[in-house]
């Protein structure tokens, strides 16, 4: 078990530019979750997934932003036409929850990767 | 928005002393969870607990949880120098609502 892989670990892109950033979650988890942290914040909520499923996403996730988990297996984060409001660390989650239901989790722990920095020029 | 909020912001102990840092947070929550970040890394999971329970126990971590006082506190014993680092309080609000976190608590042990 490797844990949660996120790359590329940073990318320094400039303003208008697109960026993609790709996120393998821990086998078999089918939960994904796209959390944003800026410095000295903490993290905050983008977007989820349960399975393939898009369940819920952020306000903080704006037209710009599109996020994909097309098999259930790795998730990627498009952000198109890059500011420099959006540099930060996208951080990358993923748990498995037993049942179904509504609930976004059931108290199970959520595992974090590394994070993909982006710095935007 | 952020549902919890640590206490002190940061801290600074010596080595070997224990550190204690608060959450408050402010909706009815199915489980409260610990997590500790160092410096532009990712978040490494110290602990759960659910909202049924009150104290939880990790080798020098001891973590309690007041429902009636919306809190949590999370006590390092015996601190060591490797464990400076942010640490912050995340939680599963009833309903449906994702993880939700504080902005940490950064702490500093000296050597």
């Known amino acids: 078990d490797t844990g949660v892989s996120q790359n590329p670990r940073h990318k320094i892109t400039k303003r208008g530019q697109n960026v993609t950033f790709r996120c393998d979650p821990i086998?078999?988890?089918?939960?994904l979750y796209w959390y944003r942290q800026t410095l000295g914040q903490g993290p905050e909520f983008l977007t989820y997934?349960?399975?393939?499923?898009?369940?819920?996403k952020s306000r903080l996730l704006s037209d710009r932003f599109s996020a994909e988990r097309p098999k259930g297996s790795f998730s990627t984060l498009e952000i198109q036409r890059t500011e420099q409001g959006d540099s930060a660390m996208y951080l990358c989650?993923?748990?498995?929850?037993?049942?179904?239901?509504?609930?976004?989790?059931?108290?199970?722990?959520?595992?974090f990767g590394e994070g993909s920095w982006l710095t935007v020029v | 928005s952020q549902q919890g909020e640590e206490d002190p912001q940061a801290l600074s102990i010596q080595e070997g002393e224990n550190a204690t840092m608060n959450c408050s947070y402010k909706?009815?929550?199915?489980?409260l969870q610990w997590y500790r970040q160092n410096s532009g890394r990712g978040l490494v999971h110290l602990i759960l607990?659910?909202?049924?329970?009150r104290e939880k126990h990790s080798g020098r971590l001891r973590v309690t949880l007041d429902t009636s006082k919306k809190s949590s506190s999370l006590l390092i014993t015996a601190s060591r120098a490797a464990d400076t680092a942010s640490y912050f309080c995340?939680?599963?609000?009833?309903?449906?609502?994702?993880?939700?976190f504080g902005k940490g608590t950064r702490l500093s042990v000296i050597a």
């Open positions: 989650a993923s748990s498995q929850e037993r049942g179904t239901g509504g609930l976004l989790t059931s108290g199970n722990t959520i595992y």
């Open positions: 086998s078999e988890h089918n939960r």
């Open positions: 997934f349960q399975n393939e499923a898009q369940l819920e």
């Open positions: 909706t009815s929550i199915n489980n």
């Open positions: 607990i659910r909202s049924n329970e």
């Open positions: 995340a939680t599963d609000a009833k309903g449906n609502t994702p993880l939700v």
